[in-house]
C-alpha cells in the first residue's frame, strides 16, 4: 500500500489517451473491438478527444532494453500494440 497522499505519483487530470496493449491473448480481440467502437462513435470529429499517444518505456541496462524487446514482441504477436 503506498503511505503517500492520493494522487503523488499521477494526476487527476485525464489526457483521454487509451491502450490495446495486452498481455492475454484472449483480452487483445475484446479490446481492440471496444477501442474500435469508441473511435467509430468518437467520428471524424473526434468528439471524445481521444488520442493514440500510449506509454513509452525506458530503461537504463542492456538486460532492461532485451526486457522491453520481449516484452513488446510477445504482445504484438497476440495482436496487441502495433
Known amino acids: ?24 491473448p484472449a483480452l487483445v480481440p475484446f479490446m481492440n ?8 462513435l468518437a467520428g471524424e470529429q473526434n468528439s471524445f478527444q481521444l488520442n493514440r499517444r500510449g506509454y513509452c518505456f525506458f ?12 516484452f513488446a514482441e510477445e504482445g504484438s504477436a497476440f495482436g496487441a500494440g502495433p
Open 1 to 24: 500500500v503506498d503511505p503517500r497522499p492520493p494522487l503523488t505519483a499521477t494526476s487527476l487530470h485525464s489526457t483521454e489517451c487509451y491502450r490495446n496493449f495486452f498481455m492475454d
Open 33 to 40: 473491438r471496444s477501442v474500435d467502437l469508441l473511435e467509430d
Open 59 to 70: 530503461t537504463g541496462t542492456s538486460k532492461g532494453a532485451a526486457a522491453l524487446e520481449r
